[in-house]
């Protein structure tokens, strides 16, 4: 056998992988398991979206390697959609980088701004990809606690008790996954004071945005956010299309420039297609989120009503795709949600698999229909 490189020991499988292969026994075994674990969106995409990519299938340039950069139709609908939502004006040449999903985008950032050793600050709890790729890179990890005492923000005189002298990125993801906290601009500036008076460059991680949440805010609409700051986001969840593989990252042209360098030695250019119908989603009228979000609105309150027969408490004005609940004291979340699938067949997301903060927390995905919730809720009371 070839032995693997010692990287390989610096991760695990990634949660869903291995869980998912034991809710999938259950279901050959005949259980009729729910599941409300993954965030993966179960409606369909704009239709225009749909007929976009099967348009352009006829096209002469449709089957051809694309460019690095993607289309330049494409980064001006990303460009246009940060100017109407976030009120935040990118130039489409330099201030665009399209990605296959933002969660590559984590790796390339990584591996274009540290080397071995170099520290990076990450949120718990928080997306476990941050940690994950931060040890493929060999990076050393800084993290930092988020608390719901302090509304799921970083705290940042805990954080300068750290010796930050070898830190050079921190990611920060608001809305926050798993919580659902909100940012506020006070936040966005003191994350901006903050990465100047260290040197660091911030990227915020803000893939959730428009789901249940009245305010969308970007990180780059606050001033001198460009000099230290880079922002990732994505189509997945804003127009369920989490299987097509569209992203972004925006922020200053250098910056860019270093991501492109590792991006075009890795990839050569996104599906003509997922471009087109990309470039249709990206124009979708204010009325696509209304709509969007009068079904997850109903399903959260049945998410409620499900996480309060499970005797659990939650935030109301946490936004996003999913509901962060807190159990009775002393109760652990992987017994717990072990419990719940194995006697009610309900999948649920263990609060500790984004960190040591999570424990005591469970999360509840709203990609499930109405139906299944009021079955879950049954099964359960
Ligand atoms: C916080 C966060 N960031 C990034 C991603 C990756 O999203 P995608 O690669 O589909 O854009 C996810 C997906 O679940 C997420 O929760």
């Given at each position: 056998?070839?032995?693997?490189?010692?990287?390989?020991?610096?991760?695990?499988?990634?949660?869903?992988?291995?869980?998912l292969?034991?809710?999938?026994?259950?279901?050959?075994?005949?259980?009729?398991?729910?599941?409300?674990?993954?965030?993966?969106?179960?409606?369909?995409?704009?239709?225009?979206?749909?007929?976009?990519?099967?348009?352009?299938?006829?096209?002469?340039?449709?089957?051809?390697?694309?460019?690095y950069?993607?289309?330049p139709?494409?980064?001006?609908?990303?460009?246009?959609?940060?100017?109407?939502?976030?009120?935040?004006s990118?130039?489409?040449?330099?201030?665009i980088?399209?990605l296959?999903?933002?969660?590559?985008?984590?790796?390339?950032?990584?591996?274009?701004?540290?080397?071995?050793?170099?520290?990076?600050?990450?949120?718990?709890?928080?997306?476990?990809?941050?940690?994950?790729?931060?040890?493929l890179?060999?990076?050393?990890?800084?993290?930092?606690?988020?608390?719901?005492?302090?509304?799921?923000?970083?705290?940042?005189?805990?954080?300068?008790?750290?010796?930050?002298?070898?830190?050079?990125?921190?990611?920060?993801?608001?809305?926050?996954?798993?919580t659902?906290?909100?940012?506020?601009?006070?936040?966005f500036?003191?994350?901006?004071?903050?990465?100047?008076?260290?040197?660091?460059?911030i990227?915020?991680?803000?893939?959730?945005?428009?789901?249940?949440n009245?305010?969308p805010?970007?990180?780059?609409?606050?001033?001198?956010?460009?000099?230290?700051?880079l922002?990732?986001?994505?189509?997945s969840?804003?127009?369920?299309?989490?299987?097509w593989?569209?992203?972004?990252?925006?922020?200053?042209?250098?910056?860019?420039?270093?991501?492109?360098?590792?991006?075009?030695?890795?990839?050569?250019?996104?599906?003509y297609?997922?471009?087109?119908?990309?470039i249709?989603?990206?124009?979708?009228s204010?009325?696509?989120?209304?709509?969007?979000?009068?079904v997850?609105?109903?399903?959260?309150?049945?998410?409620?009503?499900?996480?309060?027969?499970?005797n659990?408490?939650?935030?109301?004005?946490?936004?996003?795709?999913?509901v962060?609940a807190?159990?009775?004291?002393?109760?652990?979340?992987?017994a717990?949600?072990?419990?719940?699938?194995?006697?009610?067949?309900?999948?649920?997301?263990?609060?500790?698999?984004?960190?040591?903060?999570?424990?005591?927390?469970?999360?509840?995905?709203?990609?499930?229909?109405?139906?299944?919730l009021?079955?879950?809720?049954?099964?359960?009371?």
């Amino acid at each position: 056998m070839i032995e693997v490189a010692d990287r390989l020991n610096t991760v695990e499988e990634y949660y869903f992988s291995k869980k998912l292969r034991e809710v999938n026994l259950l279901i050959a075994n005949g259980k009729p398991v729910i599941n409300l674990g993954i965030g993966s969106p179960d409606m369909r995409p704009p239709q225009k979206v749909i007929d976009a990519i099967v348009e352009s299938l006829q096209d002469a340039n449709a089957h051809k390697y694309q460019s690095y950069q993607g289309l330049p139709a494409l980064r001006e609908g990303m460009a246009g959609f940060y100017k109407e939502h976030f009120n935040v004006s990118l130039n489409p040449n330099t201030e665009i980088l399209p990605l296959m999903g933002s969660k590559e985008g984590i790796m390339h950032i990584s591996m274009a701004f540290l080397n071995e050793g170099d520290g990076v600050l990450i949120p718990n709890p928080g997306y476990p990809t941050y940690q994950s790729v931060s040890n493929l890179v060999g990076a050393k990890t800084v993290l930092y606690e988020l608390d719901e005492a302090n509304h799921w923000f970083p705290d940042f005189k805990a954080i300068e008790k750290n010796d930050l002298s070898k830190v050079k990125l921190m990611w920060v993801n608001y809305p926050h996954m798993p919580t659902g906290a909100g940012a506020t601009d006070e936040l966005f500036k003191d994350l901006i004071a903050f990465a100047k008076k260290h040197n660091i460059l911030i990227i915020n991680d803000n893939p959730y945005s428009f789901v249940l949440n009245d305010s969308p805010k970007s990180i780059m609409s606050i001033a001198g956010a460009k000099e230290v700051c880079l922002e990732l986001n994505s189509l997945s969840k804003t127009f369920n299309m989490a299987g097509w593989r569209v992203g972004m990252v925006v922020g200053d042209s250098n910056y860019i420039n270093h991501i492109l360098k590792v991006k075009s030695n890795m990839d050569s250019g996104m599906f003509y297609g997922i471009q087109k119908g990309a470039i249709e989603a990206l124009k979708c009228s204010s009325m696509w989120f209304v709509t969007l979000n009068s079904v997850y609105r109903k399903r959260r309150e049945l998410v409620w009503k499900l996480a309060k027969a499970l005797n659990c408490k939650y935030d109301e004005n946490a936004t996003g795709l999913f509901v962060w609940a807190k159990l009775p004291p002393n109760v652990k979340s992987e017994a717990f949600i072990d419990t719940i699938l194995n006697n009610n067949y309900i999948f649920i997301t263990p609060g500790t698999i984004f960190g040591s903060k999570g424990e005591g927390y469970i999360r509840f995905s709203l990609c499930a229909s109405e139906e299944e919730l009021v079955e879950a809720i049954s099964r359960v009371i």
